[in-house]
């Protein structure tokens, strides 16, 4: 086997496979930046990835799936800032809570819809269109792994330059970093930190729901629990790419690449599935645990 | 005489804001079940009345708050000390399996020199895997809320893997060990329901714990650490010894909920059996304030919850999530200050 015919197909995979990650990384950066630890990232994903599956199949239109799918996602991601800023609970549990809610609700909701807590099959679904450039197409390698991928996908990279301009080149992003760093001198110029931080966590509803949107849309089907630990990763690449919108398209590629990896080796080595599953876990706790030793090192 | 009524304050401030939040939360739940249920009142009335009606679903509700008591003091443990323990399930699984090994691979051991080693290999694996996020946070400052969850969940596949490959019974169709030896089992107490011994020595356990913690010097430096770092510091403490130790321990209690829950209970292994233990340890710790004691209460009022959902989902026509819809209701409001804080102006002004 030539190292072309390996190389190119595991890495064009990875281009998609890093995509909810993506998302949901650039969203955790607002709150992360925001000076939140957003945990309910997981649970935005899965209530994304089943609202909007869900109403693409009854309007029969992927737009207004993921549209819908988006704002649904944004309305629970409301609840979860309301209760944290406004009721002022601890952000580890109302996120533990939209994890627990969003695992329950979709359970309820499918089982009361649809008579099933299984896998929700939705025939003569549309797929998502795949974004052509015939031109660029034809380039070798590069034309290979960067394009024939889903409109999302791209989405997923518009996103990374959107956050990149609202971050440093807006008066918001320069407050929303204020918050984090020095909430004190926000409110001494008579702004609130808490609008801030709510601005933070609707913006990681509305990228939660486009990472679930990408996984359920992909395939035409909810499957039970399908975030599988994806806003968990993205919580740790956000960590990895430095708190950056561009580190984290680097860091999600990371993953990505390794998932990817782990999928290819499984074609020919015996690997058992519950070790696939438990990978991206353990390739995550391991980058998690040489940041802080890199850090800590620096810091002494 | 002042510091009196304001701890009986404290607690009636406390008392009516969980009041509040359960209330909130049975609300949502009846919303559900008037639009999903056919039947609302019958399903209602087996929410709340099903658990208490027989023997065996009363039997089998106190069973169920065993490991729910256990997994509650260790989340204690651990928040108490202000660190963050999300990998309860995994560990809760790792113990059982754990245990299962020891009963699985000394078939001919006697029964009093079987359970206590099996408990202690339960509570040795549960307190290394939390241990390790522990250990982390001494060394590194590796944040310990992201790394016991993920260590958590990449063990739940690990365990699965066991469980279907080494110790798969060759003669089950399903995805279980074989039975552990009969002389493992814990003594039922209340039968027929599936009620053990075991839940004599947990609640003697909370009391200790109890004590440990509010009673003694150690309990008392884990608590400042948690309070207040800074102060623990200039303080003379050792902050960084309660990284690891409160782990170690939240660890063992997990550990030990699994092989509870083996030995007394399944007499097996199947895949997913912690199902929820870890995450409902955590909710019940948050109920309870972190207290050893009112653990034993809260971990009840918990297993009342779950069976009542059962007891919904076998008579009516609800699934079973429904109780986890509920449960996330709680873990919203628990810790909201804003509730609190509006009990106490209440108090005032009234």
Redesign the interface.
Not at chain 1, 86 to 90: E, I, S, V
């Given at each position: 086997m030539s190292n072309g015919e390996f190389s190119i197909p595991v890495i064009h995979n990875s281009i998609s496979i890093m995509t909810p990650f993506l998302l949901a990384g650039i969203g955790g950066l607002m709150t992360e930046l925001a000076g939140m630890?957003n945990?309910a990232l997981e649970g935005l994903i899965l209530i994304g990835a089943f609202f909007s599956v869900v109403f693409a199949a009854y309007t029969g239109s992927l737009f207004l799936g993921i549209l819908l799918g988006i704002l649904m996602t944004v309305f629970f991601a409301f609840?979860f800032g309301a209760?944290t800023l406004?009721?002022?609970?601890?952000v580890?549990?109302?996120g533990?809570?939209?994890n627990?809610?969003a695992?329950?609700?979709t359970?309820?909701l499918a089982?009361?819809l649809f008579g099933t807590?299984g896998v929700l099959l939705f025939e003569g679904l549309p797929s998502l269109p795949i974004f052509r450039i015939p031109a660029l197409h034809g380039i070798p390698v590069i034309g290979d792994i960067l394009f024939g991928h889903n409109v999302l996908v791209y989405m997923g990279w518009l996103m990374v330059i959107l956050a990149w301009i609202l971050i440093y080149k807006t008066p918001f992003g320069y407050r929303l970093r204020g918050t984090g760093s020095n909430p004190e001198a926000l409110k001494a110029a008579g702004l609130k930190p808490q609008n801030y931080q709510m601005a933070g966590i609707l913006i990681s509803g509305l990228t939660c729901g486009l990472a679930g949107a990408v996984l359920t849309l992909n395939l035409g089907a909810y499957v039970p629990n399908i975030s599988a630990?994806r806003g968990?990763i993205a919580?740790?690449v956000i960590y990895l790419g430095g708190k950056t919108p561009f580190g984290i398209l680097g860091a999600a590629f990371v993953f990505g690449l390794a998932e990817s990896l782990s999928n290819y080796a499984q074609g020919f080595i015996d690997i058992?599935a519950?070790?696939i599953?438990?990978f991206p876990?353990?390739i995550?706790?391991a980058a998690?645990?040489i940041m802080?030793?890199i850090?800590?090192k620096a810091t002494k | 005489m002042k510091v009196k009524t304001n701890r009986s304050s404290n607690m009636f401030v406390s008392l009516a804001g969980l009041g509040i939040t359960l209330g909130i939360a049975f609300i949502v739940m009846f919303i559900m079940i008037f639009i999903m249920s056919e039947t609302p009142k019958d399903t209602i009335y087996y929410f709340f009345a099903g658990p208490l009606t027989n023997k065996y679903y009363f039997g089998n509700m106190l069973n169920a708050a065993i490991p729910l008591m256990l997994t509650g003091l260790g989340i204690s443990f651990a928040f108490r000390a202000s660190m963050f323990n999300l990998g309860g399930e995994g560990q809760v699984y790792i113990g059982g399996l754990a245990a299962a090994s020891v009963c699985l691979s000394l078939p001919g051991l006697p029964g009093i020199i079987g359970i206590p080693l099996s408990l202690a290999a339960a509570v040795l694996a549960g307190a290394l895997v939390a241990g390790l996020s522990g250990y982390f946070k001494f060394k590194w400052r590796t944040d310990e809320l992201i790394s016991s969850f993920l260590i958590s969940n990449a063990l739940i596949y690990i365990v699965d893997n066991i469980i279907t490959g080494v110790l798969q019974d060759p003669e089950s169709s399903l995805l279980t060990s074989k039975k552990i030896a009969e002389q493992f089992w814990f003594l039922k107490i209340f039968p027929p329901s599936n009620l053990d011994i075991s839940i004599v020595f947990i609640v003697v356990l909370a009391f200790l714990a109890y004590f440990y913690l509010f009673k003694t010097h150690q309990g008392y430096e884990m608590r400042i650490c948690g309070l207040n770092p800074e102060f623990a510091r200039y303080g003379g403490i050792n902050v960084k010894k309660y990284f690891l130790l409160p782990m170690v321990l939240s660890g063992g209690f997990h550990g030990m909920a699994g092989a509870v829950s083996v030995m007394g209970t399944q007499h097996m292994l199947f895949k997913g059996f912690s199902g929820g233990m870890g995450w409902n340890g955590i909710a019940v710790a948050l109920i309870a304030r972190n207290n050893p004691l009112a653990v034993i209460p809260s971990a009840l009022f918990f297993a009342y919850l779950e069976a009542g959902a059962k007891s919904a989902m076998i008579n009516a026509d609800v699934t079973i999530e429904i109780a986890s819809v509920v449960q996330a209701v709680v873990f919203y409001l628990i810790t909201a200050q804003a509730i609190y804080s509006f009990v106490q102006r209440r108090r005032r002004t009234a």
């Open positions: 630890l945990i609840i209760i406004y009721l002022k609970a601890n580890f549990i109302t533990l809570a939209t627990l809610l695992g329950g609700l359970t309820v089982f009361y807590k630990g968990w919580l740790v058992p519950d070790f599953l438990a876990y353990i995550t706790v998690m645990v802080s030793v850090k800590h | -």
